[in-house]
């Protein structure tokens, strides 16, 4: 199959031994083809068989261009592939950091804080919808893209930097209002709402970090002192604890 027009030219080849194989020329294409090329790769990742002739092959491929999609946003001037964060599940928990202070609601401010909890105030620490995302198309090498919010209440967490200023970004809990913003099911990048994602990484199946995905290299992080608010920091930081662990975890 061989597509061209006002970008450049892209032929997929149909091998039966060897596979799919992609040539490109210099020659121009449109960008409604390089989504289409785009939609048939992504189907081919669910053909398992290889015996196929090559007319079944050439069905399979214009069966999908016609009736696939893919979440992938394709800028028209600068041809840049921009993500869609997709969301695939939530699970409840608590969140202890590497010091074992448990995240508690501060009274009277939008923070939450770090605390050692004794005896029976274990109550108080607070429960974390965390929602996990997916980016179709797209390997999240940073780790798993997550969203982070308060249980039974519309208080996100989110990594901002005060408009119009210099300063570094930190840690808020944003009341979300909007009907999109309760139940952000995607998210794209570049449309504002990056602030309220994270990619979280998992090390020895329970040592978490969180990496803001708007601020690369700044980390949730807590003091380690007792009852300071839970902030961002820098990745070479260490006077701050940027390791958390998740208790009481349960898919709702």
């Excluded at 939530?90 to 939008?110: A, F, N, R, W």
């Excluded at 605390?115 to 999240?140: D, E, H, M, W």
Aim: a neutral charge; charged letters at 20%.
């Amino acid at each position: 199959i061989a597509l061209s027009g006002s970008f450049s030219m892209t032929f997929l080849w149909c091998d039966l031994h060897k596979g799919l194989r992609i040539e490109i020329s210099e020659q121009p294409h449109t960008m409604r083809q390089v989504t289409n090329i785009i939609i048939a790769l992504q189907k081919f990742k669910q053909v398992r068989s290889t015996e196929f002739t090559d007319h079944e092959l050439f069905n399979i491929i214009i069966e999908n261009i016609v009736e696939g999609a893919v979440n992938l946003c394709f800028s028209a001037l600068t041809s840049v592939i921009h993500i869609i964060y997709a969301t695939t599940g939530v699970i409840q928990c608590t969140v202890c950091d590497g010091l074992k202070k448990s995240l508690v609601q501060s009274q009277g401010t939008p923070n939450l804080l770090a605390v050692t909890l004794r005896g029976g105030n274990s109550n108080r620490s607070v429960g974390i919808n965390l929602s996990t995302y997916t980016t179709p198309g797209c390997k999240a090498t940073n780790g798993q893209p997550i969203c982070l919010k308060i249980a039974q209440s519309n208080l996100y967490l989110a990594c901002t930097k005060e408009s119009g200023t210099s300063s570094q970004p930190h840690l808020i809990l944003e009341a979300c209002t909007h009907d999109h913003l309760r139940k952000p099911t995607t998210i794209e990048e570049n449309d504002g709402m990056e602030r309220f994602l994270f990619f979280r990484k998992v090390t020895g199946g329970s040592i978490n970090t969180f990496e803001s995905v708007k601020y690369p290299h700044w980390f949730i992080s807590t003091s380690k002192n007792e009852s300071m608010p839970v902030d961002m920091c820098v990745e070479e930081d260490t006077s701050r604890q940027k390791i958390f662990t998740l208790q009481d975890q349960k898919v709702i």
